[in-house]
């Protein structure tokens, strides 16, 4: 398949290209509006070095009470069991994830405006931001697979049409991340590479991909070579705790053998200066779930108190 001349990280080749350079920012605000937010200079220089950043009790316990309510809601009605953003673990019948979360439930969708969060994001992506997806992994306990290694953008760009690493991610625990239940594993400094998979991607692949990611996920060589370098950090925390991490950043986390669940929310911010184009695998586009392209507003602060402690 030729290389569209707007692809600027080819991947799902047919043969291994050698990883580069990323070509973008990590950070996009410049001057004055680089230091108007809440992420002090020493976080943003922290989230360009390592790819990532760790906050502890973002939310309050009383809040992540009520989002945890809402889980286990969602457990129990049948028509959320049944739709097509609802994702079981590999023959069970555990969920492993939600998708449009924040189109589900307004608690959720408030959270995404919440102004701290969209000040952070404005910090980051040195724009307007759109929730391009949103989800809840529960890894429940005993039963929660993992997920392979792979950088979310490589997906984003192959299979959504994200044309550049533009994008963050909002993690929030809902509940504690421990060593224990299979904790986000990301390894510091892997955002400034890209590292192109090979395999062609198969039409409907989120239907597989889901479950358990074969495609996107780097080959040995290239994930021993980086993690040699950069090491593997498992941030743990409390209920509440954040983790905000960019596009690119490797990532990955193992099965849940314990007992306790591992319930996460994640949100991913879009700057819209970089609005989806079609897929850069050749396939149609993915659901609105998994890419948004219908509604790419600017989002405006929307909450009279904040959620977040932070700065
Ligand atoms: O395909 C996706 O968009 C999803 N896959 C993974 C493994 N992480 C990002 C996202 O949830
Ligand atoms: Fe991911």
Redesign the pocket.
Known sequence: METRSDDFYPTRLERPIPPFDRLDPVVYSQGADRNRGPLTENELAQYERDGFLVFDNFLDTDTVHRFRDDLRAYEHNDSMLRSEGTITEPGKQEIR?IFGIHQLSERFDRLTRDPKILDMVHQLLGSDAYIH?S?INFKPGFHGKG?DW?S?FE??HA?DGMPRMRAVSFSIALTDNTPFNGPLMLVPGSHKTFIPCVGRTPEDH?QS??KK?ELGVPNAQDLRRIVDEHGIKAPTGPAGSLIIFECNTLHASNANMSPWPRSNL?FVYNSVENLLSQPFCGNKPRPDF?GNRSDTEALEARSDRSFGRTG
């Open positions: 994830s997806q989800r997920f792979h979310d997906t984003w299979e989120y991909s889901l990611q994640f998994l």
